[in-house]
């Protein structure tokens, strides 16, 4: 078997699927083919064409704690940091800062637009912060779509994709 090809945030290259199943039919052999992409597998949704049955999918997640310990992190870190290698591996609050900026200003501009949301990246911050201070207390949906000016449907959505992104977790 040949090296494999590695392609990096697949998801954004849905006319890739198909090409790659008929390949894929013609010759099985696995690992090929390694698609890497930062988002959950079930917000593709330009995809037409499925892979299923060719392929096996590998669910990376942030840090989890008993991962972080091994990795020397303590709790704290690992929570207010939020488990993702690069920013907890750091330890000067200057460059944490500027990697969190980084990453929120990507992830608004980016990956939140590719999913078709065309509000302004200040009010994709603003929900992200009002988010955030919802922790550990109820989620009234509808409260928070009067706050942002839209119906309870777009905020589900919005937080279905922060969820797909680690970013918040739903119980």
């Known amino acids: 078997m040949g090296r494999p090809l590695i392609i990096d945030e697949a998801q954004a290259l849905p006319e890739l699927f198909p090409v790659l199943r008929s390949i894929i039919d013609e010759q099985r052999n696995p690992g090929r083919f390694y698609l890497l992409g930062s988002v ?3 917000l593709i949704r330009n995809i037409s064409e499925s892979l299923a049955g060719c392929v096996g999918i590998v669910e990376l ?3 989890l704690f008993p991962e972080a310990k091994i990795c020397a992190l303590n709790l704290p870190a690992v929570w207010l940091k939020g488990g993702f290698p690069n920013a907890c591996q750091t330890s000067n609050p200057v460059q944490w800062t500027h990697w969190l900026e ?3 200003q990507t992830f608004v501009e ?3 637009a590719r999913y078709g949301l065309k509000n302004s990246s200040f ?3 603003r929900f992200m912060g009002m988010t955030a201070n919802l922790h550990g207390g ?3 949906t509808s409260d928070l ?3 942002m000016g839209v119906t309870y449907h777009t905020i589900r959505h919005y937080l279905d994709i922060l969820e797909a992104h ?3 977790r739903r119980r």
């Open 40 to 42: 959950n597998p079930a």
């Open 61 to 63: 997640t942030p840090f």
């Open 102 to 104: 980084a990453y929120v």
């Open 110 to 112: 980016r990956d939140m």
């Open 123 to 125: 009010d994709l911050r």
């Open 138 to 140: 109820l989620l009234n």
């Open 145 to 147: 779509g009067r706050s």
């Open 166 to 168: 680690y970013l918040v």
